[in-house]
Every structure is written in C-alpha cells, then in structure tokens.
C-alpha cells in the first residue's frame, strides 16, 4: 500500500503561481512513476504531467506544458508540481497518483494510488 497526501493548492489570482506537494509513505517511493491528475466540476480527471521513477523523464498535457513543472525528490518520497501563469481554466481539484511501473501513465484507470486532492481555484 502507498499512501499519498497532496498539499498546497488555494486561491490565486491569474498569471499567479502555486507549488503542489505530495509525500507517499508505506513503499518505497522510488519503484513509482508519479502523475498529477486534475478535475474539474463536471468534467472528467485529466492527465496534468508525470515524472518516471528516477525524475529523468517528465510529460505534460498540452495545456499545461510551458507553464507547469513536476519534479520529484525521492530522498524525501515527495513528488512536486510547480504551476506558474495560472489561468480560470486551471482551477480544479488536483490529484497526485502512483503506479508500479518503469512507464509513465497518463490514464487515470492505470493508477492504483491516489491522494485525496488539493483544490486550485484561479480567479481573473
């Protein structure tokens, strides 16, 4: 079992920038590729950005790509998403989620693992 616990999301007006985190503990943090999901009300969770185990590779969906960076720090099992330039159309609630795997998943149905979800609410 991998428990994960985001935090970090809030208000913030447009063109603002916010810094998701998100600490897995129960297995080792390093076997996981990580992904940040989002969902907003109405809409289906969608693929943000995902990172391999080791941080070598990064991928991101093309609206968010340019303005959003995953990193990870696996000393500290945390897994990172800095936004920056928000936009309205980024508010949602955001999920990080870990898969035992050496690829990186963009669909939400391919993860085992998720965190409860941090809200993001940009306002223009």
């Known amino acids: 079992q991998v428990q994960l616990v985001e935090s970090g999301g809030g208000l913030v007006q447009a063109g603002g920038s916010l810094r998701l985190s998100c600490v897995a503990s129960g297995r080792t943090f390093s076997r996981f590729a990580m992904g940040w999901f989002r969902q907003a009300p109405g809409k289906e969770r969608e693929f943000v950005a995902g990172i391999t185990r080791s941080g070598i590779s990064t991928y991101y969906s093309r609206s968010v790509k340019g303005r959003f960076a995953i990193s990870r720090d696996n000393a500290k099992s945390t897994v990172y998403l800095q936004m920056n330039s928000l936009k309205p159309e980024d508010t949602a609630v955001y999920y990080c989620?870990?898969?035992?795997?050496?690829?990186?998943?963009?669909?939400?149905?391919?993860?085992?693992?998720w965190g409860q979800g941090t809200q993001v609410t940009v306002s223009s």
């Open positions: 989620a870990a898969e035992d795997s050496a690829d990186v998943p963009v669909r939400a149905t391919l993860y085992h693992y």
